[in-house]
């Protein structure tokens, strides 16, 4: 079993910056791919950005070049640096993990309870 707790998220003024933590914890599993989602009141969950076991990422479009997704596997912990924010980029954020059991080899996605970013003058 894993479990995963997010914390960082608040509000910032436009152009500003906030980082994003991430913090599995739990016993006897391997993390592979890592990630962050956004939703926002009636529209569906979005990737933002994700890292994999090897380091490579992949970033939503509008977020490239301003958001930087990273991870400290000795700390079992997938950051997110979000610098010159707009208000677009107001909302409730997920970290994802998929991860692998050792005792069984199953691999599952589990799922923080999500963070608030809301970005406002």
């Known amino acids: 079993q894993v479990q995963l707790v997010e914390s960082g998220g608040g509000l910032v003024q436009p152009g500003g910056s906030l980082r994003l933590s991430c913090a599995a914890s739990?016993?006897?599993?391997?993390?592979?791919?890592m990630g962050w989602y956004r939703q926002v009141p009636g529209k569906q969950r979005e990737l933002v950005a994700a890292i994999t076991s090897g380091g490579s990422t992949n970033y939503a479009d509008s977020v490239k070049g301003r958001f930087t997704i990273s991870r400290d596997n000795a700390k079992n912990t997938v950051y997110l640096q979000m610098k010159s924010l707009k208000s677009e980029d107001t909302a409730t954020y997920y970290c994802?993990?998929?991860?692998?059991?050792?005792?069984?080899?199953?691999?599952?996605?589990?799922w923080g309870r999500g963070t608030q970013v809301t970005v406002s003058s």
């Open positions: 739990g016993s006897l599993f391997r993390i592979n791919t």
């Open positions: 994802n993990v998929e991860a692998t059991l050792l005792l069984t080899r199953g691999s599952y996605d589990y």
